[in-house]
């Protein structure tokens, strides 16, 4: 058999205590975001604003804690000296990043729920879509990518180009929010700017290269074990 996934159970605990620890702890600073800024925001910002900025400070929360376990997945992955493949394994720092991530997910989907009509305001129908289909397919793939070591590498890159996300949250807060003035949001949107461009425009050929090198790799692995003998 090409394939025969085993789980540790110790892992797959791990990852869905931290998901469960993370929806609550995003989820209830959302809640408290939302509900500061009900009482204080100023008279003219809208209530599908509040709702969006409230979401920032749960992606803000998220991409600061999983980009930690992310960069030192990211090294432990490197420090190992394995080639990567597409059965790299998952170390401890990408079960606890994936778990994070994941549990943002969750909360943020809870959120586009009770409060649908004010994030279709602010992301519109496309924008809704694009964000379901994101959240939905991370969570049904990568938890599985992870806990059965498949493709775990990739994972692994796409967290890590979270980080970029604490750029994209402080641009919103300074724009959306009106806090800094321009000084504040040039800055922010110039920092948001070369880490996008560092970290996921930068490595895209790496990471073609990698993908493509993997895929062909598991082609060629699964034409070798389903060939008919002579």
Same mark, same amino acid.
């Given at each position: 058999m090409l394939f025969s996934p085993v789980i540790s159970h110790e892992m797959a605990r791990t990852l869905f205590v931290t998901a469960g620890a993370s929806a609550i702890l995003i989820g209830g600073t959302f809640e408290l975001i939302l509900h500061g800024l009900r009482a204080h925001a100023p008279?003219?910002?809208?209530?599908?604003?509040?709702?969006?900025?409230?979401?920032?400070?749960?992606?803000?929360?998220?991409?600061?804690?999983?980009?930690?376990?992310a960069l030192s997945a990211v090294h432990s992955i490197y420090r190992s000296g394995a080639p990567?493949?597409?059965?790299?394994?998952?170390?401890?720092?990408?079960?606890?990043?994936?778990?994070?991530?994941?549990?943002?997910?969750?909360?943020?989907?809870?959120?586009?729920?009770?409060? *649908?009509?004010? &994030? $279709?305001?602010?992301? +519109?129908?496309?924008?809704?879509? #694009?964000?379901? %289909?994101?959240?939905? =397919?991370?969570?049904?793939?990568?938890?599985?990518?992870?806990?059965?070591?498949?493709?775990a590498v990739f994972v692994a890159y796409f967290l890590f180009t979270e980080l970029t996300n604490v750029g994209q949250?402080?641009? *919103?807060?300074? &724009? $959306?929010?009106?806090? +800094?003035?321009?000084?504040?949001? #040039?800055?922010? %949107?110039?920092?948001? =700017?070369l880490s996008f461009a560092a970290i996921r425009i930068l490595t895209i050929p790496w990471f073609g290269a990698l993908y493509w090198r993997i895929f062909f790799s598991e082609v060629?692995?699964?034409?070798?074990?389903?060939?008919?003998?002579?």
């Open positions: 008279a003219d910002m809208r209530p599908s604003a509040m709702v969006f900025l409230s979401s920032c400070a749960g992606s803000l929360l998220n991409s600061v804690t999983t980009s930690v376990f990567l493949s597409a059965t790299t394994a998952a170390p401890l720092g990408l079960v606890i990043s994936t778990g994070i991530t994941c549990g943002y997910f969750l909360a943020d989907c809870v959120q586009m729920i009770r409060y *649908h009509s004010e &994030n $279709k305001r602010e992301m +519109g129908t496309n924008g809704m879509r #694009l964000m379901w %289909g994101h959240h939905v =397919l991370s969570l049904l793939a990568w938890p599985y990518a992870v806990l059965t070591h498949r493709c949250s402080l641009f *919103h807060f300074c &724009n $959306k929010g009106k806090r +800094g003035g321009a000084t504040a949001l #040039l800055a922010v %949107g110039g920092m948001w =700017l060629s692995r699964f034409a070798q074990g389903t060939r008919l003998p002579n």
